[in-house]
């Protein structure tokens, strides 16, 4: 890192050309490891990947403590196989709806309308399992 001498109180820092000078203090890098320009960009997209993270070991949290529920209280052979089919069946729509999510642009969009199809269906049926 070299100093301007000029303005010693602004360090700067010389990118890829001697000539090209950038304030290092505007500049980070995400945990993707790609450099992010904050006065270009304002948008933080750096905490995707966290939250990405974070969501998936949600998932796996919920579903396996699920799973280990039905280890803990004895279920009869038959419902605990549906039980297991059950969990697999969400775990596996959990991660795709997830994929889809942090794939961005069209497919969050597809997101947003498969989890209120979802939703709907939901209520719709506990209203016809209640009569």
């Known amino acids: 890192m070299e100093i301007n001498e000029s303005r010693p109180f602004f360090p700067v ?15 980070e890098f995400c945990s993707t490891g790609k450099l992010k320009n904050w006065e270009t960009d304002k948008m933080n997209t750096c905490r995707e990947p966290s939250m990405k993270n974070l969501l998936m070991l949600f998932g796996i949290l919920l579903i396996g403590g699920s799973a280990l529920t039905a280890r803990t209280n004895p279920l009869p052979p038959n419902e605990r ?49 209640a009569v």
């Open 13 to 27: 820092r010389i990118v890829r050309e001697p000539n090209i000078l950038h304030n290092w203090k505007s500049e």
């Open 81 to 129: 196989i549906e039980f297991l089919l059950f969990l697999a069946i969400i775990a596996g729509i959990y991660y795709l709806l997830l994929g889809l999510y942090f794939l961005g642009g069209l497919w969050r969009k597809l997101f947003f309308i498969l989890l209120l199809t979802a939703g709907i269906l939901c209520i719709f049926m506990s209203f016809y399992l």
